[in-house]
Each structure stands twice: as structure tokens, then as C-alpha cells.
């Protein structure tokens, strides 16, 4: 697994698709990842969906529990913050994880 950069797709009708994968840092303990991504503006709150895998590709799992939007740089961006944990065995991992995601939203307009 490795990092893709983000790639964003004009549907029309002021409507875009965010995708893109990245890999995710660590959180307070080894049960939980989180990361951060930086999207065009787009009206909150846009369909999202995340895909948690281990970079060896058979290891723990991790259920995504916290995702919050929000506008960043004078709404100039979308941030999405997400918090994952392991929800697969009870022993912490040191594996590296990504995130893959697609978000779709609505452009914002600017001002």
C-alpha cells in the first residue's frame, strides 16, 4: 500500500469527487489511527466513504469511528479529520495502515 494523491473530478453541475489515499499516524495508543485531508470547498456535509487498510494487506482491522468536517484558510479548503480503532483483536498494532477514501459534495461558491 502507498500513499496516491488526491484527485478531484468535476461531475458538473458544481458537483466534485475527492479520491485519494494516505497514510494515517498514530493516536493515542497503538489500538487507534487518525489523519487529516485537505479538499477543495465544498458545502459540509459531503458523502463520504473510508476504507481502513493494513499496509501488509492481512492484518488487524479498524473500524472508522469519528469523522468530522469542517472549513479550513478562510473556507478556502475542507477538512476531514478522521479517528480509527482497532476493532479486529485486542492486542495494539505497529503495522502502518492507510486510509482510502471518496468524498462527493457540492462546491462551495465562493464569496
Known amino acids: 500500500m502507498k500513499d496516491i494523491p488526491l484527485k478531484v473530478i468535476d461531475l458538473g453541475n458544481g458537483i466534485l469527487m475527492c479520491t485519494g489515499t494516505t497514510k494515517m499516524a498514530h493516536g493515542t495508543s497503538d489500538h487507534v489511527r487518525v489523519v487529516e485531508m485537505r479538499l477543495p470547498p465544498m458545502l459540509l ?57 471518496i468524498v462527493v459534495g457540492q462546491r462551495l461558491d465562493s464569496k
Open 45 to 101: 456535509d459531503p458523502v463520504a466513504t473510508f476504507s481502513i487498510v493494513d499496509n501488509k494487506g492481512n492484518g488487524t482491522i479498524f473500524g472508522v469511528y469519528s469523522v468530522k468536517f469542517g472549513y479550513v484558510n478562510n473556507q478556502a479548503e475542507t477538512q476531514v479529520s478522521l479517528n480509527a480503532q482497532n476493532i479486529h483483536k485486542a492486542e495494539p498494532s505497529s503495522d502502518d495502515f492507510f486510509c482510502s477514501y
